[in-house]
């Protein structure tokens, strides 16, 4: 099994920049997917961007596209999401999670989950 922290959240004000940092403890295997999702108050979790652990092959949700960058460092087994132009609506907890059986969009397909960690951009 594996166990995830996120770390990195903070407020900051709109058009900055933030990188969030998430630590796995346990054994990531080739075939596994990692991803970003989010979770604004009072809204459902949402996709933000996943990358395969084999080759690192990303992707990303619309709304995030050209502004987030999603990597890895297998030696580290640990996945960052560099956040820029920040905008309001980008504020939410942010969460990292562990697909099994590959990418996918879908939060219901993610086996492992951090506690969140807050983002909050002030206009």
């Known amino acids: 099994q594996v166990q995830l922290a996120e770390s990195g959240g903070g407020l900051v004000q709109a058009g900055n920049s933030l990188r969030l940092s998430c630590a796995a403890s346990g054994r990531i295997l080739s075939t596994y997917a990692m991803g970003w999702f989010r979770q604004p108050p009072g809204k459902e979790r949402e996709f933000v961007a996943g990358?395969?652990?084999?080759?690192?092959?990303?992707y990303y949700a619309d709304s995030v596209k050209g502004r987030f960058t999603i990597s890895r460092d297998n030696a580290k087994n640990t996945v960052y999401l560099e956040m820029n132009s920040l905008k309001p609506e980008d504020t939410a907890v942010y969460y990292c999670a562990v697909n099994r059986f590959g990418t996918s969009r879908s939060p219901e397909r993610y086996d492992y989950w951090g506690q969140g960690t807050q983002v909050t951009v002030s206009s």
């Open positions: 990358i395969t652990w084999n080759v690192g092959v990303t």
